[in-house]
């Protein structure tokens, strides 16, 4: 096999491209969601399009998505062999994959009203509830083709990063979104904004799904002209199921798309549940944005560096260093997502009617919202910490107890959000999720203390409630600072709500800080220097 010869970036780099493309990605998939949300509120609507999403976006998310199966399996092959190779393999898959999910978006066209059915079975109970659906069947129909161009774009994103080309596979995101924007616009340019004629709803059901699939085409197209201009495949139907690299791409890529799938079961189970709660989809739709914007950005700072240190540390003669860099992954993990959990704790109200409330999305729909993402952010830390440990049992090799505590999880997350959702409604979904990634960190670190020979968790737990204790106080701090703001000026203007809540984060955050610099933790100092090496620059 021939070892490809072409120049490499260093990994600053790649980071520092992957970084800022993430951040511009995020900020236009802001602005696309405040479109939505001033276009359509929490209506019909959004609530069809996040049941007939659920599908497509799980395939975009599974196959299409960085890190994922196919971008995995690609990169780790082709990264191996000549360029002069690559095409052959690209063509070969790209026929396989293309064929196979053609089948998958006929299905989802012919079978849409099952599809939905299954989703959402609640929808079915109310004369609000009947509407929803058609509209969710006709989006759904809409959007299949997704299904193909998800797998598309996940051999594209692959492909072009294992030839050293990372600008437009990460920026493509942004297509989307753009197309959104665009669709939106049109759309209230000639109907204006007016959410409860029928009119409107269906033709801005069909117009965003429509959007949606226009800015699935557009990111894939992006991706193919860089391919054919850089000679890694064309859209020829190759069936050349020899070739050694296209044999090496499916034993990778079967095996880690159905594992990776069955992360995304829970995503079911809990719009399974939503579809009886009014507007409980569209809430958490809006509320996880917010609340996956950060966390996207930090979690690639804290997990992208991770992975290489735990694996050349798996062998058990340097299981003590091991130990130690677990204990930096949780505490930078607490670093960043403790402090948040205050922010979003505190100030709930201010930043949902910062980023949302206008037009269509009143102050009704912000009390919808708003309680849902103060839930989500209590479950920050065990959504990040819970990866960190994953990331170490995969340096370790075992692919398979992760897997096995995944699939624990689906039951243990049903449950929850039965007996959850009766007490909490929509805020119960969330807090579902949280006693899942709760229950899957404390098995895992209880597996590792055995595997490796003991861990200092007493030591740990001890600083993580000390970190604790002084998010509560920063907490506690952003909100009377915000509070005070309100009643002393009102918040009856955009300005004074974007100050309201700057002055509520710049306290909270700042008490947070103090805090943390008086425990002198040397996680400070890691954290301190991959911000500078990913912004500082």
Known sequence: MAVNKKPTRSLASIASIVAAATLISKVFGLFREQAIAAAFGVGPVVNAYAFAYVIPGFLLVLLGGINGPFHSALVSVLARRNQ???APIVETVTTIVGGTLLLVAIALYVFAP?????????LSATAEGLEVRNLAILQ???????AVLAGLIGIGFGT???????????????????????GIGWLVFFLGVDINAPQYLKFGAILLAGATLAGGVWQWFAQLIAQWRSGLGTLRLRFNLGNSGVKEVMKV????????????????????????????????????????TPLGIISNMILVPMLPIFSRLAAPENWQQLKIRIRQGLLLTALTMLPLTALFVALGFPIVRVVYQRFAFGEEASAIVAPVLIVYGLG????????????VFYALGDGKTPFQISMANILLNAVLDYFLVQAFATPGLVLATIGVNVTSIIVMLAILHRRLNGLPLLEWSLILLALTGGSLVAGLASFSASWSFASAFGTDTFLLQL??????????????ILFVTQLRLPEVDILVARVKQKFGK
Not at 164 to 176: A, E, G, K, M
Not at 499 to 512: A, R, Y
């Open 160 to 182: 072009l990063n294992a030839s050293d080309r990372y600008w437009l596979p990460s920026l493509s995101p942004v297509f989307s979104s753009l197309a959104i924007l665009l």
């Open 253 to 292: 890529m079967i095996p880690a798309t159905f594992s990776s799938g069955m992360l995304h079961v829970n995503v079911y189970t809990d719009l399974f549940f939503a579809s009886y709660i009014e507007n409980a989809a569209a809430a958490l739709r809006y509320a996880n944005f917010i609340v996956l």
């Open 380 to 391: 920050m830390f065990f959504y990040l910490g819970r990866d960190v440990l994953v990331r």
């Open 84 to 86: 002069s190779e690559t």
């Open 140 to 146: 759904l129909q809409i959007m299949a083709p997704l």
């Open 114 to 122: 099952t599809c939905i059915d299954l989703v959402a079975p609640g």
């Open 499 to 512: 100050l309201q809540l700057g002055i509520g984060t710049i306290v909270g955050l700042g008490i947070f």
